[in-house]
Every structure is written in C-alpha cells, then in structure tokens.
C-alpha cells in the first residue's frame, strides 16, 4: 500500500470527520461591531455625539420624529380647543425642533437643522385634513381660509423657531470642530499618510522578494 495511505508508520490514515473540519473564526455581529468606543471622561467620539459630549446621539430620522410627534401633538391640542395654532403649539413645536437638534449626532444634523419650516408646513394641513375641517362641500375659498389661517398665524413662531435652531446647530458645529481640531496630534495627517506610505512600501518589498526555499 503507498506510503501516503498509511501516514508512513503501516496505519492507514484515517479521514478527517467532517465535523473535525478547522472552524472560520466567528463573525462579530454588525450591531457589535459598529457600537463606538467611550473616550476619556465617558465622552463619545465627536461625530456620534450630542449636544453633551457624554450623550450618545441619536440618528436624524430619530431626531425628526421626536420634533414631528411634538409639533403635531401641539397643533391637535389647540386646534380641538381654540381652532387655532396658540401656546401649547409653540412650546410643543420649539422644545421638538430644539431637542432634535441637540440630541441628533453631530454628523447627522443636517435634517434637524432645516426641518422647522418644512415641519409646520406639512403637521398643520395634514391635522386640519385629518379633522374633518373644512367640511365636504365648501369652496375652495374656504377651504384655503381654513387650512392657511393657522400656517399665517403661526409664521412668528416658525420664524423665531428657525432662527434658533440654526443658531445652534451653528455653535455646534463650531464648537465640536474645534475639539476635533484640538484633539488632533501635531502634524496628525502628513504623520498618518507618512506611516500608511511606509506600511505599504514594506509590503511590496514582501510581497516582491523570493520566498525561501
């Protein structure tokens, strides 16, 4: 019998089980491997931040639909009470708008920034729509009275809303770029283009040179 069937000793080797088989190192999961590290202090990394650097922030489709929930709970309180837009809409619709942009990650503040007024331009019709008003049958003359008088009445509100979260989706901006800035090494990107040049210099003459014999 060849000496590659007995293994070299007389025994006939024997087949590896399938089950034996040398196992692929387990796969951490996405969800695992995604999570970000705390830096020191408890601060999470600039980019996936709040407004609090040791508050996790939240994703901008999040961050809309807490301001959204909020504004359209306003706007139904006080159209049931008063038939138009008044106080519990506007601390409803400026503690959403503001809480978005405060709670969303840094690099996701984009959408919070610029929603007010696409907020209040879609919540306000859509609950007018929804409650029946104007009934079936008015003009449309009526119709635009109804579901535009609280869009007109409430412009202050978006305004001066607006103009606060820009201020400080602004400031955050600034201030977290500047921690990044200050966090950075010293010639932190020519040494990081420096090391990756070396590293891959190293690797071609590897990978060029004849393996030993």
């Known amino acids: 019998m060849p000496e590659s069937e007995t293994g070299g000793s007389g025994r006939r080797a024997r087949p590896a089980r399938p089950g034996k088989a040398a196992r692929a190192p387990r796969e951490r999961p996405a969800a695992e491997v995604d999570v970000p590290e705390r830096g020191p202090g408890g601060r999470w990394p600039v980019p996936e931040r709040s407004l609090i650097a040791t508050v ?94 609280p869009l007109v009445n409430s412009f202050p509100t978006m305004a001066w809303t607006t103009g ?19 966090a950075r090494p010293p010639g932190g990107r020519r040494a990081v283009s420096g090391r990756a040049r070396g590293a891959a210099r190293a690797e071609a003459r590897r990978s060029a040179s004849p393996p030993p014999s």
């Open 56 to 149: 996790l922030g939240v994703s901008p489709v999040v961050a809309v639909a807490v301001a959204a929930g909020l504004t359209t709970l306003g706007v139904v309180v006080d159209l049931l009470r008063i038939g138009t837009l008044g106080t519990p809409f506007t601390i409803c619709y400026l503690t959403g708008c503001v809480l978005a942009v405060a709670w969303v990650r840094r690099r996701g503040l984009f959408g919070p920034m610029v929603q007010p007024p696409l907020l209040l331009a879609v919540a306000v019709p859509v609950v007018v729509l929804l409650a029946g008003s104007p009934r079936p049958g008015t003009g449309i003359s009526e119709r635009l009275l109804t579901i535009g008088a």
């Open 164 to 182: 606060a979260v820009l201020a400080l989706g602004t400031g955050r901006l600034l201030v977290q770029r500047a921690a990044v800035e200050a």
